[in-house]
């Protein structure tokens, strides 16, 4: 009997012992290559390639902008504008906001003419209410910039609109307290160096009327270094139509690139007494030969 039991316990011993070393084999890990991917993780082998990793394109996409603003809410800053302000401004400094005008809703801009911002430096009457909005057409390189502005009879203000690459002002008309008409080309950069750069100015002899929507047209072409500004009446009045001023290109040296613009922007400068409105409607930029 006791042979038996202890032959027994001999074989149940037996049987657990073999259970217990089939354990589960441990994978071999390539610890180079885990290495590799650890400090890389996009390197070659380490990744399953998609195409959510190019959504970033080189080339940035063009695009133009057709601002009605007749899907804008009333009494709100126009949705796709930048209304700049800093901190020594006040709160109703500057101001940009959609009103309803004869049936159609248009945009109200407003300076107190009190602020700007620290650059450019050296400018005998520098912006104050600075309104921008952008567009794109840096591969096409031209393009046509339309926009209707107007000055009115109570309170209105002196006033600036035009196309610019950034903070370079390329092309564009200023109406003055008196309603004087004046195109701007080229300048300024942020710092007026006296080599030419800030621009020059062209009287045009004409003077505007208060209270009336006037329609201006910018045209461009980068490819062949031409600028045109139109005002757009019955006959249309040419009022520039030459080349890129020279703060135009990079550096603003003649030999450089020649930057095209991205913004559109209005303004209304710092000065004593230069508190008032003004009425802007219909900013539409489109390629060139497609304009409306």
């Not at 316990?9 to 994978?27: F, H, N, Q, R, W």
């Not at 394109?57 to 809410?73: A, V």
């Not at 890129?244 to 007494?273: C, D, G």
């Amino acid at each position: 009997m006791k042979k038996i039991v202890i032959s027994f316990i001999l074989v149940s011993m037996t049987l657990t012992l073999g259970a217990c070393d089939k354990t589960k084999e441990e994978p071999i890990v390539d610890e180079e290559k885990q290495s590799v991917c650890m400090e890389q993780p996009l390197s070659s082998g380490c990744f399953d390639p998609n195409f959510d990793l190019d959504f970033i394109s080189p080339t940035k996409e063009e695009f133009l902008i057709s601002e009605t603003f007749e899907t804008e809410f009333l009494n709100q800053q126009p949705y796709n504008w930048l209304l700049y302000r800093n901190q020594e401004y006040q709160a109703d400094s500057v101001s940009a906001r959609v009103v309803e005008m004869d049936g159609n809703k248009v945009v109200k801009v407003f300076s107190d003419g009190k602020y700007s911002p620290a650059f450019p430096q050296g400018v005998s009457k520098p912006e104050s209410l600075i309104l921008s909005t952008k567009f794109n057409l840096d591969q096409t390189r031209s393009g046509v910039a339309t926009g209707k502005i107007m000055v009115p009879s109570n309170e209105g203000n002196e006033v600036s609109f035009g196309i610019y690459t950034g903070a370079v002002n390329v092309a564009s008309i200023l109406i003055d307290r008196q309603m004087k008409l004046t195109v701007k080309i080229g300048g300024p950069f942020f710092y007026h160096s006296g080599s030419g750069d800030s621009g020059i100015y062209i009287d045009t002899n004409m003077t505007l009327t208060r209270d009336e929507f006037h329609q201006f047209s910018f045209y461009w072409d980068g490819n062949t270094n031409l600028l045109k500004v139109v005002l757009n009446q019955t006959t249309d009045v040419i009022l520039y139509e030459g080349e890129f001023h020279i703060s135009a290109r990079t550096n603003a040296v003649a030999t450089e690139f020649l930057q095209v613009p991205n913004v559109f922007k209005v303004t209304m400068p710092k000065a004593l007494n230069m508190q008032g409105y003004a009425y802007i409607d219909d900013v539409i930029v489109t390629r060139k030969g497609h304009n409306t």
